[in-house]
Every structure is written in C-alpha cells, then in structure tokens.
C-alpha cells in the first residue's frame, strides 16, 4: 500500500519571519493528530533549509519532512551558484525536487539532466520528486500521453529499479499556478497511463512508485483528487504558502 503524501513546494516564497509563523501554525494543527498512513513535506527556498529544520525540530514535528526544490547533477566542484544534494541531505532534507516545469522551461533542464539530478539526489540517500506533464498547447494538440510518456521513459532508462526509490509528480503546466486544476478524472487517466508505463518496465517498481498530482491543488478539490486509485498525493504550490490551506490538503 503507498501512502499518500502531500509535499508543499514554496517556490521563491518566504522570510524568516513569515516561515516562523508557517512553522508554528502548522505544529499547532498537526498536534492533535494527522491521519495515519500519509507523510507531509515542506520544500522551502535553499537560505531557509536551515532555519526550517531547526524548527521542526524545535516542535517536534515528527509529521513533517523537509524537501528542496532542485539539486545539482554534480557531485561537487567549480558550479558557481549551484547546489549539491549531499549538502541538502546534510541541512535535514529527505525529499528533492527535480525537472520541475519552471526549470524545464527557464533554465532549460532537459531530461537527461532531470535524471541526472534524480541520480544525485538517490546517491545522496534522498527520494527524488520527479515532475513531468505537459503544455496547454500539448494537451490542445493530443500530445499529452506522448509528451508525458516520453519524459517518463528517459527517466525509466537512466535509473532502472531505482526509480522504484523515486516520487512521480503529474504536473500539467497549464494547471500549474493558473487555478485552473485538472479535473480529478483528467488527471487519474494520465497516473493510470504513467503507472502502466512503469508496469511494463517492471511490476514491482510500478506498485512501489508514488504518483503525486500537482496544479492548482486547493482545499477544495483535494478531497476529489486524492480519492482516485493512481493518486497518490499532492504537490503543492500556491496553497502551500497558506499554513491553515496546507493543513487542510494534508487532511483532505
Ligand atoms: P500551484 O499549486 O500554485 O498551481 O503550483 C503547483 C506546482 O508547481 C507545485 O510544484
């Protein structure tokens, strides 16, 4: 059974002040309980991994995991402005992010780099958050499966049965930031899709692999989304920013 598993990605969002006040609203909920089975993560900006831990820890948030948002294809050496995932393992991470949309598109982060990153992030003792999905214009055009697949499979040929170590994160990026959420039926046929792509690869890895949805998740349509049997979770922009928004996801 996967549990389900709710990641909140901050983005370029937060202060010291503003993630202290996160931090503590989201104690004060969890502490009378959170529904079993599930896990919770927040990946704030890489300057707040280190205050963010050491609250945690401070409120003995044993319900919530900390993530980042990308990590280097690199080991270590001259990568002026980048980030190695040793390092985050060492600042408290469990989980990193990886091909987001935002990189893929801004920073033109290919596949190949993508699984690259997911390497590092594994070598590193963390659970790569994989992301893939396609363009309005994809979607428009009956290239959603395609685009999807094919983004998938760079990822199935460069990490084998370790992806069975990894999250998939279905983030279509017309949905992305735009309110305008997947239908919970649009977004389950495209997990379905993924998960029997994995189960030609390997069975065992595609019953492992936790397929999270992303974009525009809310409150509102969390509850719809999660119960679909390929959805197994969120990951969470905009409404992750707002502490009680990202509790009530987490319970949804
Ligand atoms: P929104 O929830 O703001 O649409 O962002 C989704 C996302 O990109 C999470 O990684």
Redesign the pocket.
């Known amino acids: 059974m996967r549990p389900l598993i709710v990641?909140g990605?901050w983005?370029m969002n937060g202060s010291l002040a503003s993630n202290q006040d996160w931090i503590k609203t989201v104690a004060r909920g969890m502490e009378s309980g959170m529904p079993s089975g599930r896990k919770f993560v927040v990946c704030p900006p890489f300057p707040y991994l280190s205050q963010c831990a050491t609250l945690i820890k401070e409120h003995s948030l044993a319900f919530l995991g900390l993530g980042a948002q990308d990590a280097s294809a690199h080991i270590s050496g001259a990568f002026t402005g980048e980030v190695a995932a040793a390092m985050l393992k060492e600042m408290g991470c469990s989980y990193v992010?990886v091909g987001?949309?935002?990189r893929r598109q801004m920073h033109q982060e290919t596949d190949e780099v993508v699984a690259a990153k997911a390497l590092q992030v594994l070598d590193a003792g963390m659970t790569p958050v994989i992301?893939v999905g396609e363009t309005a214009d994809e979607r428009n055009s009956g290239r959603a499966e395609e685009v999807v697949c094919g983004q998938v499979a760079k990822q199935v040929f460069v990490l084998q049965d370790r992806l069975a170590d990894c999250l998939i994160?279905y983030?279509p990026v017309w949905?992305?930031?735009?309110?305008k959420v997947a239908s919970a039926q649009i977004a389950q046929d495209m997990h379905r899709v993924i998960r029997l792509q994995l189960t030609e690869f390997n069975g065992d890895v595609a019953e492992h692999v936790g397929i999270l949805y992303?974009?525009?998740?809310?409150p509102d349509n969390a509850v719809e989304l999660f119960a679909m049997p390929d959805i197994d979770g969120g990951?969470?922009?905009?409404?992750?920013l707002n502490p009680q928004d990202f509790l009530a996801i987490c319970q949804a």
């Open positions: 990641i990605n983005k992010i987001h949309s935002e992301c994160a983030e949905a992305i930031g735009t309110g992303g974009g525009s998740v809310k990951l969470v922009g905009g409404a992750s």
